[in-house]
């Protein structure tokens, strides 16, 4: 079956450490997406991939870093400079080409720090 | 600035009572206008795409249509099942890239 695996599920990190977020895709999809979804906003992109070995930051990617290896995977470091990284994180992926509305999204990663 | 307002924030039904969800945007360029369905704790699930007003699309219980300033997503005779929060998106072109905008969401509760 295709789609988006993100892991872990749930992840618990004391402040001041930096975090890995995984997010796998076997849809064969070009572009891929991170973004953050937090109670009574809207998602909101972190960072983006079209290519391999080529990123853009998105709205809100101060804190996050990313990579973009192999076309499969596009893992999202949460960094100890994101002033409030405890917040729901979702993978998502598209066709190839500019920003697609048409994504498919990963199960997501519950990120709490403390 | 880009805005997507999605409305009600919450509707309780009955099942079997229809309704419709509305998302309104202000922006310039429309690409396209999306829905999507999210469960609790899961990822958005895409349901729609609408490009230009008139268009409209259809699955299931689900009719999603569009304007030039709004989209509706009615629900008919809804089933508890059809519970979860809907999220509408635009993607616009602006200053040489696309850019996809997110509503906050429209949480539907069915009630047997």
């Known amino acids: 079956d295709g789609g988006i695996t993100q892991s872990p599920k749930y992840l618990f990190r004391k402040e001041g450490q930096n975090v890995t977020l995984s997010c796998e895709q076997n849809l064969n999809h070009d572009a891929m997406y991170w973004y953050r979804q937090d109670p009574g906003q809207g998602l909101r992109l972190i960072y983006y991939?079209?290519?391999?070995?080529?990123?853009q930051k998105g709205d809100i990617a101060e804190g996050y870093s990313v990579s973009r290896e192999k076309k499969e995977s596009f893992p999202l470091t949460v960094t100890s400079a994101q002033k409030n990284p405890t917040a729901f994180y979702l993978c998502?992926?598209?066709?190839?080409?500019?920003?697609?509305?048409?994504?498919?999204f990963g199960p997501g990663t519950r990120l709490t720090v403390t | 600035e880009d805005q997507v307002t999605q409305s009600p924030e919450a509707l309780r039904l009955q099942e079997g009572e229809s309704s419709s969800l509305n998302c309104s945007y202000t922006?310039?360029?429309?690409?396209?206008l999306f829905w999507y369905r999210q469960d609790p704790g899961k990822g958005p699930e895409f349901l729609f795409t609408l490009y230009s007003a008139g268009e409209e699309k259809e699955k299931e219980r689900l009719k999603a249509t569009l304007t030039k300033k709004e989209s509706f997503l009615h629900i008919t005779a809804p089933k508890p099942e059809d519970s979860a929060t809907y999220l509408c998106a635009v993607q616009a072109y602006q200053g040489g890239s696309e850019k996809l905008v997110f509503g906050k969401g429209t949480k539907l509760t069915v009630n047997p």
């Open positions: 922006v310039s360029g429309l690409r396209g």
């Open positions: 998502a992926s598209s066709r190839a080409g500019t920003i697609k509305g048409e994504q498919y």
């Open positions: 991939s079209q290519i391999v070995n080529d990123f």
